[in-house]
């Protein structure tokens, strides 16, 4: 099932369920689909490649938002986060954990040969790639420094 029709499924239990806090986070992810389909070039259709890169630029957000927050003392923004975050989660892949993450720039390192911290760019230009959608970027350079060092 696509996304959008997912997304409008769960819409309609969100609203019988009376469920705010799942309706305010999918309604703006619908409202993101409906963005990206209207971006020059889209033609009212969008990739899951797309929908895949919008949904962590989200979840990004609000993992910014959450941070501030968290600083501020505003436990209550701050939970309105944790549920939009866990929203958003439901419909990006399976996160790798640290391990998994190191052991994939394990191999990267090896195959290019990288063998100071000045390799680094090449090193994350391969790894954002073929780990994108499964590891957040900054998880990702924090452990290429680290094995890079």
Do not use: C, H, Y
Request: charged share 35%.
């Amino acid at each position: 099932m696509a996304l959008e029709q997912q997304i409008m499924a769960e819409m309609k239990d969100a609203m019988k369920a009376k469920n705010e806090g799942v309706l305010r986070s999918l309604r703006a992810i619908k409202a993101e689909i409906i963005k990206a389909k209207t971006d020059p070039g889209a033609n009212g259709e969008i990739d899951e490649a797309t929908e895949q890169k919008f949904l962590q630029k989200m979840m990004k957000q609000r993992k910014d938002s959450l941070e501030i927050f968290e600083q501020q003392g505003r436990a209550d923004l701050a939970e309105k986060e944790k549920e939009e975050m866990a929203v958003i989660e439901r419909f990006l892949p399976k996160q790798m954990t640290a391990e998994e993450i190191k052991t994939a720039v394990q191999a990267i390192i090896t195959e290019t040969g990288a063998s100071s911290a000045a390799d680094m760019g090449k090193v994350m230009g391969i790894a954002s790639k073929q780990l994108a959608g499964k590891a957040d970027g900054k998880t990702i350079s924090g452990i290429v420094k680290e094995l890079l060092a």
